[in-house]
Antibody, heavy 123, light 108 residues
């Protein structure tokens, strides 16, 4: 049973950097048959996939076009976790942020989710 | 704006069946059998209930079933129960995951 535990601040000021971490238990961030995603949810944008990191003999990242210039997702193999950094945030980035696991690249569904972190961006 | 179109709400009485549609395009739903469905109760994370259009993860009730025709995928819930009242989201994969806008299911 995979469990994902999120941590990070719930309040960020405009123009600053949003940073969240997702600790993994029951699986490995280096699993070459999984992808580790960040997804957010807001009333205005619904569920929005932000990006993923995955290991296939080397590390890869894919990012949504909407945030590509501002986002970084990094794996941490020592702590078995992965992180999200979103730069230059605005109130539009206010949302519940989820970390989540997908089988293979996520095409077989997102089968494990973190508890969610409400991040409010203050202007 | 969501890539996939779902009705905003559906409703049904206990014991009835309901179907939620999810309309995409020829570049996603039509072209790939990679549609998944998620159930989300208030204040909770989404839960995977259908993947690859028709498959159910272990532990998910067989009252939930999925199908696809052309560029429209559908989720059917049979024998409605009060606990099924939730939001439901479809998702298609075409290189990355794209979600529908969600459908609120009310059990009358």
């Amino acid at each position: 049973q995979v469990q994902l535990q999120q941590s990070g601040p719930g309040l960020v000021k405009s123009s600053q950097t949003l940073s969240l971490t997702c600790a993994i238990s029951g699986d490995s961030v280096s699993n070459n048959n999984a992808a580790w995603n960040w997804i957010r949810q807001s009333p205005s944008r619904g569920l929005e996939w932000l990006g993923r990191t995955y290991y296939r003999s080397t590390w890869y990242n894919d990012y949504a076009e909407s945030v590509k210039s501002r986002i970084t997702i990094n794996p941490d193999t020592c702590k078995n976790q992965f992180s999200l950094q979103l730069n230059s945030v605005t109130p539009e980035d206010t949302a519940v942020y989820y970390c989540a696991r997908g089988e293979r690249w996520g095409e077989l569904g997102i089968d494990s989710w973190g508890q969610g972190t409400l991040v409010i961006v203050s202007s | 704006q969501s890539a996939l179109t779902q009705p905003a709400s559906v409703s049904g009485s206990p014991g009835q069946s309901i179907t939620i549609s999810c309309t995409g395009t020829s570049t996603d739903v039509w072209n790939y059998n990679l549609v998944s469905w998620y159930q989300q109760h208030p204040g909770k994370a989404p839960k995977l209930i259908i993947y690859e259009v028709t498959k159910r993860p272990s532990g998910v009730s067989n009252r939930f079933s999925g199908s696809k025709s052309g560029n429209t995928a559908s989720l059917t819930i049979s024998g409605l129960q009060a606990e099924d009242e939730a939001d439901y989201y479809c998702c298609s994969y075409a290189g990355s995951n794209a979600f529908g806008g969600g459908t609120k299911l009310t059990v009358l």
